[in-house]
C-alpha cells in the first residue's frame, strides 16, 4: 500500500516587517496608488511578521535566497506573464 503524506510548510524570506510596512510594499510593488483602508476596530491583530523557515531549513537544506523586496516584485510579473 502506498502512503501519500502531506507537509506544511511555511516559506519566506525570513525577514521580519511590520504589517503595514508590508500592505504599503505590496501596493507599490503591484502599482496600487488607491487608499488602504484599516479596521481600527481590531487593533489587536499581529502587528509584525517573520515566518520562521527553520523547518525548511531542516527538513529541505532549504534557505531564500531572493530578498522579500524582490519576490514581492517578481510575484505580479510572474503572475501577469501566465
Do not use: H
Request: a positive charge.
Amino acid at each position: 500500500m502506498n502512503a501519500i503524506f502531506l507537509l506544511r510548510v511555511n516559506l519566506g524570506s525570513g525577514e521580519e516587517i511590520s504589517i503595514r510596512d508590508l500592505v504599503n510594499l505590496i501596493a507599490r510593488t503591484c502599482g496600487y496608488d488607491g487608499e488602504v483602508l484599516w479596521d481600527t476596530s481590531k487593533p489587536d491583530g499581529q502587528p509584525r511578521r517573520k515566518l520562521d523557515t527553520t523547518r525548511a531549513e531542516r527538513w529541505f537544506d532549504w534557505r531564500a535566497t531572493t530578498p522579500l523586496v524582490e519576490g514581492l516584485r517578481k510575484t505580479p510579473e510572474w503572475y501577469r506573464g501566465q
